[in-house]
């Protein structure tokens, strides 16, 4: 079937460089195929994007979407791309906005007991922040070093500290938004207590770019715990008894920040898995 467009694809390109003030929009195939294919996917033309506009700013985000509602294109949203949960894969003829770009910390207030900061902000770099003034960021996801905030919040990352902490959505007080149409809101704030109106932000939590772009994200910290971390190890010769264990411990009152259960074949893989030769350290938390 022979499809007529009313616009050509370098028509697009144009208005979209014209309108986005302070990023960059990239059209050239190999950055294409970057952004547009995850290395866990099969990759082949057909979800090629038509552009990549990686965004710096506000009126970038702004701009992007503006265009894409005159023209009726499909925007793909992303942030670092680490393809964890093979969302954010482009497109054919879509426009991929990337806000990895957008990553300054804005704000670490520990009187206040938050972080603000632009979506391309790294989860572990935000933690390390936090941790220099006595405060730490709890979400740790597996991507922890190479996941952004911005992300973490489009997927509700959790990690194994959920089980203490909760996932993202547990610790993100506030969110900047630019919605399909252009307009930028605030949801949410700054304190813990926000017992009126409609909790827009968790609405947002979650929603994978499909409700709106995400320009900034205050979360709370907590205080590092004091003394040392104490790890332990224990064996069970079935998962029911192990279960048990674990419902025992956490209803004892020393609640634990991770728990992990390794069944046999599990244990066996880790012990074939190269390490890594540099040291890992693990902070207090």
Same mark, same amino acid.
């Given at each position: 079937?022979?499809?007529?467009?009313?616009?050509?694809?370098?028509?697009?390109?144009?208005?979209?460089?014209?309108?986005?003030?302070?990023?960059?929009?990239?059209?050239?195939?190999?950055?294409?195929?970057?952004?547009?294919?995850?290395?866990?996917?099969?990759?082949?033309?057909?979800?090629?994007?038509?552009?990549?506009?990686?965004?710096?700013?506000?009126?970038?985000?702004?701009?992007?979407?503006?265009?894409?509602?005159?023209?009726?294109?499909?925007?793909?949203?992303? =942030?670092?791309?680490?393809?964890? !949960?093979?969302? #954010? @894969? /482009?497109? %054919?003829?879509?426009?991929?906005?990337? $806000?990895?770009?957008?990553?300054?910390?804005?704000?670490?207030?520990?009187?206040?007991?938050?972080?603000?900061?632009?979506?391309?902000?790294?989860?572990?770099?935000?933690?390390?922040?936090?941790?220099?003034?006595?405060?730490?960021?709890?979400?740790?996801?597996?991507?922890?070093?190479?996941?952004?905030?911005?992300?973490?919040?489009?997927?509700?990352?959790?990690?194994?500290?959920?089980?203490?902490?909760?996932?993202?959505?547990? =610790?993100?007080?506030?969110?900047? !938004?630019?919605? #399909? @149409? /252009?307009? %930028?809101?605030?949801?949410?704030?700054? $304190?813990?207590?926000?017992?009126?109106?409609?909790?827009?932000?968790?609405?947002?939590?979650?929603?994978?770019?499909?409700?709106?772009?995400?320009?900034?994200?205050?979360?709370?910290?907590?205080?590092?715990?004091?003394?040392?971390?104490?790890?332990?190890?224990?064996?069970?010769?079935?998962?029911?008894?192990?279960?048990?264990?674990?419902?025992?411990?956490?209803?004892?009152?020393?609640?634990?920040?991770?728990?992990?259960?390794?069944?046999?074949?599990?244990?066996?893989?880790?012990?074939?898995?190269?390490?890594?030769?540099?040291?890992?350290?693990?902070?207090?938390?």
């Amino acid at each position: 079937m022979t499809v007529f467009s009313a616009f050509t694809d370098q028509q697009v390109i144009t208005d979209l460089t014209q309108s986005v003030p302070d990023g960059l929009v990239v059209t050239d195939s190999d950055t294409l195929r970057e952004y547009s294919f995850s290395s866990r996917m099969t990759d082949d033309d057909s979800g090629l994007a038509l552009a990549v506009v990686r965004a710096h700013s506000v009126p970038d985000v702004q701009g992007t979407l503006d265009v894409a509602r005159k023209y009726h294109i499909p925007v793909v949203t992303q =942030n670092q791309f680490t393809s964890t !949960v093979i969302g #954010a @894969d /482009g497109l %054919a003829g879509s426009i991929i906005l990337s $806000t990895k770009d957008m990553n300054q910390i804005i704000e670490i207030s520990k009187a206040d007991s938050l972080a603000v900061v632009q979506p391309g902000v790294i989860n572990g770099d935000l933690d390390a922040a936090a941790r220099k003034q006595g405060m730490f960021y709890a979400p740790d996801p597996g991507s922890k070093k190479i996941s952004g905030i911005g992300g973490n919040v489009a997927t509700n990352a959790g990690g194994m500290s959920t089980v203490k902490y909760g996932a993202t959505k547990d =610790n993100v007080l506030g969110l900047k !938004v630019v919605l #399909a @149409d /252009g307009r %930028a809101i605030k949801v949410g704030g700054r $304190t813990l207590k926000q017992a009126f109106g409609y909790d827009l932000t968790q609405l947002f939590i979650g929603s994978e770019g499909t409700l709106g772009v995400v320009t900034e994200v205050t979360v709370k910290l907590l205080p590092i715990p004091l003394g040392q971390s104490a790890v332990g190890i224990a064996f069970f010769d079935n998962m029911t008894r192990l279960a048990d264990a674990v419902a025992a411990i956490r209803i004892s009152g020393v609640y634990p920040t991770m728990l992990e259960a390794l069944d046999a074949p599990t244990i066996a893989a880790l012990d074939q898995y190269e390490a890594p030769t540099t040291a890992i350290t693990v902070a207090p938390c």
